[in-house]
């Protein structure tokens, strides 16, 4: 593996781009997804300026930061509803053009014939390097995003929506900003320290959203300022089947909001204290689950900070999602395909602020010592609830919080024998909660987990379509009641208008809170596709240029107001003047026979009844002509 160094200047223009893109809450664009985007390469930047002082420089780095830009924009693209990716891509390039040139010197062949006698460099030939499962990515940032490789397979593209239909897109998205005014506050679903979570419905699709609300007069420091505005990043991004997903979020007068997908099916802290110690296959496919959420966390750098049974909601079908993000913490992106590995010393100690936010019984013992922590605390975390799906409690539970701690620290498990636990389970617990992080299962990766005995007979790649072990019991859509209510939080239910405006936070400005995702989008097009089909009138099909051509052939036939139904009989040449026939039409006709008693006068009666048979015939042709313009217009327009 070859070891680089960047120069003076490389290292200089590396802290420029450090400094001048600091994720400022201020200036952060109003789009989830583009500011996760920029605080991802920021995290990468910073990342390659720790490896270069700690000489871990290598080739195999500094392609996957190559591959790992590229994907991150590629996905913004895919992602974000603003479209917006100048300021991202010309970013990207300064970038890359800074750390061109150990790039492309990290390509030497490492023999002693790697320059040729003159000293100069020798181009090698092109090879493929088969330790990587997918091919690298061009490196010109300057092609379509549209030719990258897509890496979320599972995105499906928005319908396109005719130009016809854009008074109605209008009418449901006003200037693309979603507002409090589109939902109806139905019950509370729980509360905590900063906000509550609310069943809201949306007014124009009638669709049930969970709606969080953090209290403006809790975020009385940049920190929390900071942690709200990273948990609407993560959601708006986040495209996991076991990560909750986000809606849209936008700023009120005393709250800020986050629309977010409803789990009705309670959450584990509440099923374990009604249902007691989980089976072994519920606790297996639980935990598998919460696995495979933390994993996808981790490769975008993602550290929770705060699993616990809490955190682990239920769908209706009986699978997990992760939620509450209000304590995670970013890092550098490390995807699951990359090549480098990083130390475990590095996964242990990503982060050094000393903080020790967190739920108590779920703290890592380097938290609450203060040495460093990173990644593993995840899994800590996620040992404590494995041990809790079996014995009904957490391991380390004392009265006192120091007491509580101490054993933490200790990392003496105590097994209950009136609870039985598998041994592979034991196994996994006990490696899962070592005290130390470098030792942890899961620190080089969640492979180690999943390739544990007690998960081996799971396919993690089909665990999402499984035949779920339990699967809850829901009275109805807007049922809650598998979630334990908060009785402190029905003060919250105070219209917003009466609360008083003096105990906001007046210091900041939130209305670049406001975002929305792909999936409000995907929801407005089937908004508006129940309407055009509920209203036929209003289809896309029919064009202003339709219209216009249909008007061009009334002019010269009958009203289409006359359907085919009523006409049966046409009349005969005595009653012409009864033909029921828009003013102008009869005009034209009466002119005609005009003309031609003009022109044919000593011709006889014979050949004016010829004459007049033949208007007629006419007349009927264009009547029926009309008439099935005017039904397949209103009727089936795509037959036109």
Known sequence: MAELRLNHFQVQALWEILIINHPDIELL??????????????????????????????????????????????????????????????????????????ARSSERPETPEGDDESGEYVTPPETSDPDRSQPEPSSDLMTEPSALANPDSGNCEIPEIQESAGDLIRSLIPAGEPRMSDYETSKLISSGTFGSVYLVHHKASQKIFAMKKLAKRNLDTPQRVGRAYLERDILTFADCPFVVSMLCSFPTRSHLCMVMEYVGGGDCETLLSTMGPFSVPLARMYFAEAVLGVEYLHSYGVVHRDLKPENLLITSTGHIKITDFGLSKLGAMIPNTNTYKRSAEDISREFLDCETSGTPDYKAPEVILKQGYGRPVDWWAMGIILYEFFQGYAPFDEDSLSELYENVVTGDIIWDSHQTTPPDAQDLITQLLRTNPVDRLGTGGAFEIKGHPFLSDLDFDTLPN????????????????????????????????????????????????TSSSERLAKLCTTIIRMK?????????????????????????????????????????????????????????????IEKEKSENGKKGKNRRGSILRRILSSCRRGLSRAARIFACCHCCPRTI
Do not use: W
Not at 50 to 69: F, M, P, V
Not at 76 to 85: F, W
Not at 481 to 508: G, M, P, R
């Open 29 to 102: 664009p109003p789009d989830g997804v583009l500011c996760f985007t920029h605080r991802l390469v920021v995290q990468l930047v910073k990342d390659c300026l720790t490896k270069n002082r700690q000489g871990q420089l290598t080739s195999e780095y500094l392609t996957d930061l190559r591959h790992n830009i590229k994907t991150l924009l590629h996905q913004a693209e895919n992602r974000s509803q603003y479209g917006d990716l100048a300021f991202m891509k010309q970013l990207a390039e300064k970038v890359l053009c800074v750390l061109e040139g150990p």
């Open 466 to 513: 499984q035949k779920p072990v339990y699967v809850p019991q829901l009275a109805s859509d807007v049922d809650t009641s598998l979630f334990i209510n908060h009785a402190n939080a029905e003060k919250d239910l105070v219209s917003e208008d009466e609360k008083a405006t003096s105990e906001d936070n007046e210091n900041l400005d939130f209305n670049n809170f």
């Open 532 to 592: 055009i089909n509920e209203n036929p009138k209003s289809s896309p099909d029919c064009t202003p240029e339709s219209s216009t051509n249909i008007s061009e052939m009334q002019k010269d036939s009958v009203s289409v107001n006359d359907r085919d139904d009523a006409i049966t009989i046409l009349p005969s040449s005595s009653s012409l003047s009864e033909f029921p026939a828009q003013e102008e039409t009869k005009s034209t006709i009466n002119l005609s």
